[in-house]
């Protein structure tokens, strides 16, 4: 068991004291800088659990375990938000007419989890399986805080001996319809995705591998990915990640 208290202090860069009518790459909206901002603190408070137990079954080896619960609460939290009584500098008729600010949160916080079980069998398989999740709350807006990943489940099956090595990862992500409407944010949908790796160990210090990512080709996009919009006529939409990709590699340790 583990329990943790941290306390962290952020004084607001360049870009969130200065920055004077400029996108800073992260969307197309302009973004003006506030030089009176306070120094964003951060309170979080932690408590852990982990460990492993022996099985005695047939066919099975041991149960392993773990997690961790956080609670973190905000002073001064740094956030840039969409102002309407402020208007783009540069092509001014260009969507998004109006731009975002810096400013202090006064009331604003962050909790979840992360847990994992899983075992081991049959001498050279374990299966494991995690999940983990963040709420945050702006109270100060009544609304989430921006850029908050969603519910994650993962799903991990594998296999490995002395000279072979293989592994499956099955992941599902939730909807993310937990937003910051001041910030731009729209619903991100859910989507789930499979991973497979294999490698062999031909010789002392020598692996070769193979990989499929996103086995089944899906059109996703991650909450954490900006919408960008940087041209006329072509609304703002998600980036989305990778698709099916194949890939291989020679490892040598030395």
């Given at each position: 068991?583990?329990?943790?208290?941290?306390?962290?202090?952020?004084s607001?860069?360049m870009?969130?004291?200065f920055?004077?009518?400029?996108?800073?790459?992260?969307?197309?909206?302009?973004?003006?800088?506030?030089?009176?901002?306070?120094?964003?603190?951060?309170?979080?408070?932690?408590?852990?659990?982990?460990?492993?137990?022996?099985l005695?079954?047939?066919?099975?080896?041991?149960?392993?375990?773990?997690?961790?619960?956080?609670?973190?609460?905000?002073?001064?939290?740094?956030?840039?938000?969409?102002?309407?009584?402020?208007?783009?500098?540069?092509m001014?008729?260009?969507?998004?007419?109006?731009?975002?600010?810096?400013?202090?949160?006064?009331?604003?916080?962050?909790?979840?989890f992360?847990?994992?079980?899983?075992?081991?069998?049959?001498?050279?398989?374990?299966?494991?399986?995690?999940?983990?999740?963040?709420?945050?709350?702006?109270?100060?807006?009544?609304?989430?805080?921006?850029?908050?990943?969603?519910?994650?489940?993962?799903?991990?099956?594998?296999?490995?001996?002395?000279k072979?090595?293989?592994?499956?990862?099955?992941?599902?992500?939730?909807?993310?319809?937990?937003?910051?409407?001041?910030?731009?944010?729209?619903?991100?949908?859910?989507?789930?995705?499979?991973?497979?790796?294999?490698?062999?160990?031909?010789?002392?210090?020598?692996?070769?591998?193979?990989?499929?990512?996103?086995?089944?080709d899906?059109?996703?996009?991650?909450?954490?990915?900006?919408?960008?919009?940087?041209?006329?006529?072509?609304?703002?939409?998600?980036?989305?990640?990778?698709?099916?990709?194949?890939?291989?590699?020679?490892?040598?340790?030395?």
């Amino acid at each position: 068991m583990e329990v943790a208290y941290g306390r962290g202090v952020r004084s607001a860069n360049m870009v969130e004291r200065f920055i004077n009518h400029f996108s800073v790459g992260q969307d197309s909206y302009e973004y003006i800088g506030n030089p009176n901002l306070d120094a964003e603190v951060n309170n979080q408070f932690e408590v852990g659990f982990k460990g492993k137990i022996p099985l005695e079954a047939q066919g099975l080896d041991q149960f392993n375990y773990g997690s961790s619960f956080y609670y973190s609460f905000y002073e001064n939290y740094i956030v840039a938000v969409i102002d309407p009584t402020q208007t783009r500098k540069f092509m001014p008729t260009q969507e998004p007419t109006s731009v975002k600010v810096f400013r202090n949160l006064d009331d604003a916080y962050k909790t979840g989890f992360e847990v994992n079980a899983g075992v081991d069998f049959l001498n050279n398989f374990n299966f494991t399986t995690e999940l983990s999740y963040v709420y945050a709350k702006n109270k100060d807006l009544n609304e989430s805080l921006p850029l908050v990943p969603p519910l994650v489940t993962r799903f991990k099956l594998g296999f490995e001996k002395e000279k072979f090595w293989a592994n499956a990862n099955y992941t599902l992500t939730s909807k993310q319809d937990n937003i910051a409407v001041s910030f731009g944010e729209t619903v991100t949908d859910g989507y789930d995705i499979l991973d497979v790796r294999l490698g062999v160990i031909p010789f002392k210090n020598v692996t070769i591998g193979v990989a499929a990512l996103n086995v089944f080709d899906k059109t996703y996009n991650n909450h954490l990915n900006f919408s960008y919009n940087n041209q006329a006529d072509f609304d703002s939409v998600p980036i989305n990640d990778p698709g099916r990709n194949l890939s291989a590699f020679v490892q040598y340790k030395f």
